[in-house]
């Protein structure tokens, strides 16, 4: 029992429409205008307010929907007669016509409405109109109603079904199309004397073809590609051009770099449309509303934004498809000024922790070298090699202080430091200087005397030196060899260690990726190689194998 409720309550809709379009059939073919038919014609508007696609089941009448709908119904029923009955089977034609739905049973049973209907305009309505008399007509009045009853066949609704818009294009293109059947077989049937069946079967014929030729050209497999580009076009433009308003967004998203400040643009430019009276919209960071906000408004809500459209009427399927369009539109520009207001962070954070991975080595570094001098001067308890000690002071103290002052400079203005170039030989004669208590081979190969940029190579010859010394502790007979070429086309220096081998699994990603290391090698090299990039220079792992591990870094461009 519970079961059969159950679906009963599913198919009420169903019944409904069966009864409405019997009510009709009634109201037509017993006794036209008279009291009974008229009886029939308000049962059938009763039915049909229940049933109808404009108003949802739970919304409120307004006091004016229900003044003009008592007034209608009232005129109808107390004035029916052949022009009125015309007028309202077109009317009614364009509501079941108009209703846009993807279920494949919905479409049958709206078919089967809408035969029912035409049906009815075209053997009961049109023909009293013009007086002609149809042969077997009594054919006609008992095999009519049996269309109805094939709706109740059809399955019922399910749970959470919605109520779907009528869609005004399809409404006037059922309706008129309907009309100019009826009214142009009646026009040929009175110019070719012929009979009203021959007359409507050359008008079906005709206007049938038509449409499929129509149908074909605006199709993409035709070759009339002009064609189709232009109906395109107009689904496109409903209520604007849309590759004008796509243009204006454009523009505003690249005037704009804040997304808030966009997002309110654009939405300004969406009142520019016509048929939008009011806005109201909020985003996970601002809200806000413009316009007039009248009784009729549509909801968007996509994965950031929430738009409520409100306008004068209420929003037709092909209009709900375009505005949704739109709106996508906005909130695809407006999630990419989120990314790029994202990136740009990023970008930022990754600078300044690129240069305070820099400035952490080279202070590393400073502190390596203060303690190899504190070293020298720690073992001469004795004060015999005191001259050595100062010598060693004098050189390495300017140097020092020069470094460290580089590294507060960067600390103050981490991007904007000035690029501080010297001359590849007071560069060399430097370094020389800086490493004259290690046991370093220098090989030069210099044409010319071009400038480098200083704190690239400075940060290289560091890293690459520390990371030896930090293999001589296991491997305290290793030979370090410096070679420097410059000639008309390359600057190129090469640091080479006699000692072992680096790990295949660490040499691999040892300059592209941050690794751990046990050996001292990792982010060092890896800031270093990136840093290099910056000036258009390359750093390298040539050579890696027992007793020959070399790094070069090597310019892209020619010297100077």
Sequence with gaps: MTTFVNKLIHKKELFILAMMLEM???AIWVDFGSIVSRSFMLSHLGLFLLWQPVWRGDEKLSIENTFL??????????????????????????FIGGSVTLDKNERNLYVFALSFVVLELLFACVPELANVKIEQKQIFYLLLPILPIFILFFP???????IQMVDFIHSITAS??????????????????????????????????FIICISWLISSQSRFNNVTQLWSSFMLNIGTPLEQWLSELSRFSEKQNEPEEFLEIAVNELLTLSWISGIRWASMDSKGEIGEITRHNTRFITNNLSIDIYTNNMMGGALYVHCNLLVQLVENFYVAKLREKTLTQQTHLKAIYETGARITHDIKNLLQSLQAITSIISHDSSGSSFEVSQQVLRKQLPNLTQRLQLALDKLQTPQDHNIEEIYLKDWLSDVKKRNSHNNITYQEQVNGDPTIPVDLFDSVIDN????????????????????????????????????????????????TNVINSDNGLGVGLYQASKYAEKFDYDLKLVSNQHGRVCFELMSNHKSD
């Design 24 to 26: 009709l059939h009634l």
């Design 69 to 94: 709908f008592i007034v209608f119904t009232l005129a109808l029923t107390l004035l029916l007669n052949l022009w009125l009955l015309f007028a309202w089977l077109i009317l009614l034609i364009g």
């Design 156 to 162: 019922g609704n399910k749970p959470g079904h919605q």
């Design 176 to 209: 008129m199309l309907t009309s100019l059947v009826s009214l142009g077989s009646l026009l040929i049937m009175f110019i070719n004397e012929t009979s009203y069946f021959t007359a409507l079967t050359q008008t079906s014929i005709a206007i049938g073809s």
């Design 464 to 511: 690459l030196l520390e990371n030896i010394q930090t293999k001589q502790i296991n491997e305290p007979d290793i030979e370090v060899t410096i070679s420097v070429i410059c000639n008309e086309d390359i600057i190129c220096v090469m640091v080479c260690d006699s000692g072992s081998m680096i790990p295949d699994n660490i040499s691999r990603e040892l300059l």
